[in-house]
């Protein structure tokens, strides 16, 4: 194979790899240089000539002349007798130049040679689709559906780039088919060998920030910031809103008139129910905003303890937990105090602390987790519910309930 040959089998790159001829020149210079190394054992005195514009190569070998009994190092040294084979006018302590053809590597060299320069190409291409990834991590991007698998889908963007949507990473209620166009935030890249794992994400909070930030112009403009958003992906979502500037209502202009501006949110994110707060600094006004659609008559803050005591009517009650405990644990999240619903006249009431030595802490834990820290706000839900609301079997329930009914007969 010619050096100029080899040059001209690799012209595909520039243009599928999107890499420039002199970078893959450098490339090429890098693999001959690890070639003439496993041949000659060093390549210090090998000079590699490139013409990118020719498409053209010359490797140049450079030895000193010694006597012919005194060769010791021959990768450096030519003998005499060698030297004047070349040109019969040089003499013994003058520098030889002798040009190098890739054949004189052999077959298996020009093969292995080959296969290194496509690996380092390959190696090139993938760092700069890592470069390019990181720095669109966090933003939104869309992708199709190439191959569905139990847990991931496969994406391929318009340039063919790979990216993953692990299924953990998906919206429960999320159903894609082959072509269909998916977006959500680039969560994380890394390097994984010398390939780039791409990880999209439609659950992140981060995801939902951006939305806003496509969807509603204030929030892009900078008019209105987005203070801090929390979700359980597909159910509820709590995003708290502020703007600098008085004349404008952030919450309305979140949503807009009749819900039109927050639609094609709401829409995406598989019928997620959106709730958009006014933030503010008052944080007895910020936990009963955050507990929304739920009327609150009372607070009681304990700052050093981030907890705060919350007292409703019982009709409320309901409303603040919210389904399945979703409204109380992301009021929580979003305000970032644990918060504790007390019924308004339940001094009857028996905290459910007070029933420890009959069931057991973790039981009781389960219950607070969805806002039942009483006697009466389990007594006074359906079982059904209760199975739904914490992750405790039908049966513990049940033998909770029978201990609660008790301690009231007595």
Request: some cysteine; proline content about 3%.
């Amino acid at each position: 194979m010619e050096n100029i040959a080899l040059i001209d089998s690799f012209s595909e790159f520039k243009d599928e790899k999107l890499i420039d001829r002199v970078t893959l020149m450098a490339i090429l210079e890098d693999v001959l240089r690890n070639a003439l190394k496993k041949k000659y054992g060093d390549d210090d005195n090998f000079d590699i000539i490139i013409n990118p514009d020719k498409g053209d190569l010359e490797i140049w070998r450079n030895r000193i002349v010694v006597a012919d009994d005194e060769v010791e190092e021959p990768n450096q040294e030519i003998a005499l007798s060698e030297a004047q084979k070349i040109e019969p006018d040089f003499e013994i302590g003058e520098d030889v130049a002798e040009e190098v053809k890739l054949v004189d590597l052999g077959r298996r060299s020009i093969l292995a040679l080959r296969q290194n320069l496509i690996s380092k190409i390959h190696e090139h291409d993938n760092t700069n689709i890592y470069k390019q990834f990181k720095d669109l991590e966090g933003e939104i991007y869309s992708a199709e559906v190439h191959h569905i698998r139990h847990r991931a889908i496969i994406l391929l963007d318009d340039e063919g780039n790979e990216i993953i949507l692990p299924k953990d990473k998906q919206i429960p209620s999320d159903f894609f088919r082959k072509g269909e166009n998916v977006r959500g935030i680039i969560e994380s890249v890394e390097l994984k060998g010398n390939k780039p794992a791409i990880i999209l994400s439609r659950t992140s909070p981060i995801f939902l920030e951006k939305l806003f930030e496509q969807e509603i112009p204030e929030v892009f403009d900078g008019l209105i910031t987005i203070k801090k958003v929390v979700r359980i992906p597909g159910e509820k979502a709590k995003v708290a809103v502020d703007s600098y500037d008085d004349r404008i209502d952030p919450v309305g202009a979140c949503v807009g008139m009749k819900g039109s501006r927050i639609h094609g949110i709401v829409r995406e994110l598989g019928n997620e129910n959106i709730d958009v707060i006014n933030f503010t600094n008052n944080l007895n006004l910020f936990i009963t905003r955050a507990l929304s659609p739920a009327r609150v008559t009372s607070i009681k803050i304990d700052e050093e303890g981030k907890r705060a005591e919350v007292l409703l009517k019982p009709e409320e009650v309901s409303k603040a937990i919210g389904r399945g405990g979703h409204n109380i644990r992301l009021a929580g999240q979003l305000t970032g105090y644990e918060i504790d619903v007390f019924r308004e006249g339940a001094e009857e009431d028996v905290e459910l602390s007070e029933f420890s030595d009959e069931i057991e802490e973790w039981i009781i834990q389960e219950f607070s987790k969805a806002g039942l820290d009483t006697a009466k706000s389990i007594l006074e839900q359906d079982v059904e519910d209760l199975v739904k609301r914490t992750d405790l079997e039908e049966e513990t329930i049940l033998d909770v309930i029978r201990i609660l009914k008790e301690e009231f007969e007595d």
